[in-house]
Structures are given as C-alpha cells and as structure tokens.
C-alpha cells in the first residue's frame, strides 16, 4: 500500500482506492468502527468523510486544516468524540483537545474516550455560555466549531475573542439548514462569512458536498 502525508501524523493511503487516516495514538483501538491499517510498523485509523466534517474538506481539496502536534485546541461541538479523536491523534501526546459538549448522553461517551485518550478534556457546557468553562481552558492554538445552533458564527467569535491566540487559525462547519430552513444554503453560508470577517480574516471556504449535505467547512484566522 502507497502512503502519502497529507499533514502531520495524517496520511492518503492508496491501494486501488484512496483513504484518508490517521496515525492512532491509542493502538489496536477504534472509535466509531473505522478500519485500521497497520503498516510498516505503524498503526492507521481511516478518517472516514461521510462522519467527519475535516475528513470532508480533505476530501474535497483542503491541504492543510492548521492543526499540528503539540497545539491545544478548543473544538466546540464535540458530540461522542469522533472527529475529536481524530484531532487527538494529530496533535499527540504532547497536546491537548479541550472539546466541549452540551449533551449529557454524547458527554458521558466523550468522557469514556478521554478514559483512553489522554489528551482528551471533556467539557459538558454550553458553547454560549464561555464564563462556565474559561477557567478550565487556557489560550489555544486552533479553534474548531461543529454545532446546530442558530447563531453559530456568534458563537465561535465569542469563544475565538475569549480564547485563540492573536495571528491563531480555527475552522467552523457550517450547518446552513441548522442557521434558517428558509434560505438556501450559499445565501446563509454568504451572510454567515459576513459576520465572521467583522473580527476575523477568511482563509477558504470549502463546500462538502457529497459527503456532507448543506455543509460548508470556513478556515479563518485571528487578526
């Protein structure tokens, strides 16, 4: 099997077809049933599009998502921790994913992750409300957002203001039919980079069709 490095400790594995996967922090263990590829001595998780919207963008183009090894990252939205995990594995033991949940139920499989993963801090809040948790997350390297509220894009430049590092990147997902049902997709996505170039610089914008529906993936950084 040929392998190519997309970026650090993430690589385009070819073997007929072409998969996205990362360098397993944890060996021999799974997150979500992806498949692992074990290869000259090392171990590979599949970063699977259609569960991922990282994964999406990569697939759809993006070179470089601006996560390396040894970053702290705030990821807001972290659900039971699937692309969470595959954060983990890039930034290694030497970094730290502070990743943020407001569901109870997702919240408790995020922490038996953390359980495995070290690097790994669950936070069971609510994104809106940073005073909750700003104690327990110091300034970071990247910011990344995945959640189905309304007010998204507020909700980012509220948390980049309170705890990305000054010239920093971070990344929304956009999830236009969470924002207004009754607007297409590119008007919300147009009106959503409006509101985050009052305080931050657009790197790309990156449609994830076919692999997400109606999601766009946003690559800022931090005037």
């Not at 970026?7 to 263990?29: E, F, M, P």
């Not at 074990?38 to 590979?44: F, P, S, T, V």
């Not at 502070?98 to 069971?124: Q, T």
């Not at 390297?141 to 010239?167: H, M, P, S, T, W």
Request: glycine share 6%.
């Amino acid at each position: 099997m040929e392998i190519k490095r997309a970026i650090d400790n993430v690589y385009w594995l070819y073997n007929g077809t072409k998969k996205l996967a990362s360098l397993n922090l944890v060996k021999d263990q799974t997150v979500y049933g992806e498949r692992l590829f074990n290869i000259a001595g090392r171990q590979y998780r599949e970063w699977i599009p259609s569960r991922s919207k990282i994964a999406a963008a990569f697939y759809n183009g993006l070179r470089d998502i601006g996560i390396k090894p040894g970053y702290n990252v705030l990821y807001l939205g972290a659900s039971s921790g699937t692309t969470v995990s595959h954060v983990s594995d890039i930034v290694s033991e030497k970094g730290a994913v502070y990743a943020v949940e407001i569901s109870e139920e997702m919240g408790s499989r995020l922490v038996l992750l953390a359980e495995k993963r070290r690097n790994i801090f669950p936070i069971i809040e609510d994104a809106n409300k940073i005073d909750n948790y700003k104690t327990m997350v110091p300034k970071c390297d990247f910011l990344y957002e995945d959640v189905a509220q309304r007010n998204q894009a507020e909700i980012f430049l509220k948390n980049a203001d309170a705890f990305l590092k000054k010239g920093a990147s971070g990344a929304i997902a956009i999830k236009a039919r969470s924002i207004d049902v009754s607007k297409s997709s590119r008007s919300v996505i147009e009106e959503t980079l409006k509101t985050l170039r009052t305080r931050l610089e657009i790197v790309t914008s990156i449609d994830l069709r076919p692999y997400q529906r109606d999601h766009a993936l946003i690559l800022v950084r931090k005037k």
